[in-house]
């Protein structure tokens, strides 16, 4: 008891010096960055997460088939977790425990990702590669390098992180639409200044992939104007044509323009774990900065490194072994895919997507915009999708479903929807 009322006096200090504090607060005309206030209320998936959980509260007894955000439903490979089990190991015994490790990535790790990218043709070197806790983050962070007077271009519909984080910075955006017309898969224009480009191939949320030809015509443009692209491949493993480049670096004359964004997400189920990387080549240069070096820089100072367990977890992805798992993983989620793809497009209605990508595009039918579409997809077949408007305007009359549920619930949805 003594403790007790010990502890509550301390706690009313703190809240009386709290108070007074706070009433000062006013004399020192703190300035937050506006520019937050030209945000949407809240992150997409969050708004959507928020509306399921009303929706649940009123139904309880509903079961819901989430196929909105883009979570994986399988649980780690086998090599993974076996990775995770001896990387903890290690750290329980002084022989072989890991403090601090190199901020960007430990060479194991690296070398892995340097023999496959190998395999395809691209030669990267180690200090070009940078391990990081996610692509959402890195293409959030990579923005620290570059003037905010820099004008950026994003595809429309896009994934919302690329335009968030540069509202937060308050840099100039325009869009290039998205649109059936142009398979979703917009391409340079003459009359179009952009210094950042950003491009996702196979795209989210389309799930259009740029062709060979049509990344060259890209990278041309940006060594042309002395623009950057920001490459984000997140679902390069789920590529089958093959005309469709895995890596930006496939393409001559990237290495002076691109900046390329790998997950582990999406390829090996990290979605709990969280692991990335980042390849930013020598030789992209402004002026006579050289990126790499800004990007190091910028690690160096604000970021310890991933951990090591999950380094070693990324590692055993790209084993033989691994390597065979996690394909399975994503040939189940491809399934899926097509399971959604072919029961839309029997069931009479538009689709896109589906092929090279866990995305399906879906048009909206019968006059409802995509929110409304939500709702009644919500309440009639207890299915979650991502009304296509929340990927920006050219978005409106779409809505994407994911192929990362289970392959019972996916055919369930399926089948509750039409
Ligand atoms: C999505 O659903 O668009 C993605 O899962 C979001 C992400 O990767 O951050």
């Known amino acids: 008891a003594g403790a007790v009322s010990c502890d509550n006096t301390l706690r009313r200090a703190a809240r009386r010096a709290a108070l007074s504090r706070s009433r000062g607060r006013g004399k020192y005309e703190l300035k937050i960055n506006e520019n937050y206030k030209n945000l949407s209320e809240s992150y997409l998936f969050s708004t959507i997460a928020k509306k399921v959980a009303v929706y649940t509260q009123q139904h309880p007894e509903q079961e819901i088939i989430r196929l909105g955000i883009g979570d994986v439903t399988l649980p780690l490979a086998a090599p993974v977790v076996d990775a995770l089990h001896a990387a903890v190991e290690e750290m329980g015994k002084k022989e ?98 952009a210094d950042l480009i950003y491009l996702c191939s196979p795209n989210n949320p389309t799930g259009a992939a740029y062709s060979r030809d049509q990344l060259q015509a890209w990278v041309d443009y940006a060594n042309e104007r002395g623009a950057v692209l920001l490459f984000d491949a997140a679902y390069e493993s789920f590529i089958t044509d093959g005309d469709v480049p895995h890596s930006i670096y496939e393409l001559p004359g990237a290495r002076t323009c691109a900046i390329e964004f790998r997950s582990f997400s999406k390829k090996a189920g990290f979605t709990g774990l969280r692991l990335g990387f980042t390849v930013v080549p020598k030789d992209l240069m402004c002026g006579d900065v050289q990126v790499r070096s800004l990007w190091a820089r910028r690690h160096g100072t604000k970021f310890n490194g991933a951990p090591y367990i999950e380094q070693r977890a990324g590692e055993a992805v790209y084993s033989e072994e691994g390597s065979r798992q996690v394909m399975e993983q994503v040939a189940y989620y491809k399934r899926n895919a097509m399971v959604i793809y072919e029961g839309l497009k029997e069931a009479g209605h538009t689709v896109f997507g589906g092929i090279n990508s866990p995305y399906i595009w879906l048009k909206v039918e019968d006059g409802m915009d995509s929110w409304e579409f939500f709702d009644y997809l919500l309440e009639q077949a207890n299915v979650v999708g991502t009304p296509g408007s929340g990927f920006w305007p050219s978005g409106e009359g779409y809505f994407r479903l994911t192929a990362f549920g289970t392959y019972e619930n996916t055919v369930e949805a399926v089948s509750n929807l039409f």
């Open 96 to 193: 072989t425990f890991h403090g601090y490790g190199p901020e960007q990535g430990y060479g194991f790790l690296k070398q892995a990702l340097m023999r496959y990218y190998a395999r395809r043709g691209v030669v990267l070197a180690e200090n070009e590669i940078f391990v990081g806790d996610g692509a959402k983050s890195d293409i959030g962070n990579i923005l620290d390098l570059f003037d905010v007077d820099n004008t950026v271009l994003v595809p429309d519909p896009v994934y919302p992180v690329y335009v968030d984080t540069n509202v937060m910075a308050g840099r100039r955006i325009v869009y290039a639409a998205a649109t059936r017309e142009n398979g979703f898969l917009p391409m340079p224009q003459a009359d179009v200044q």
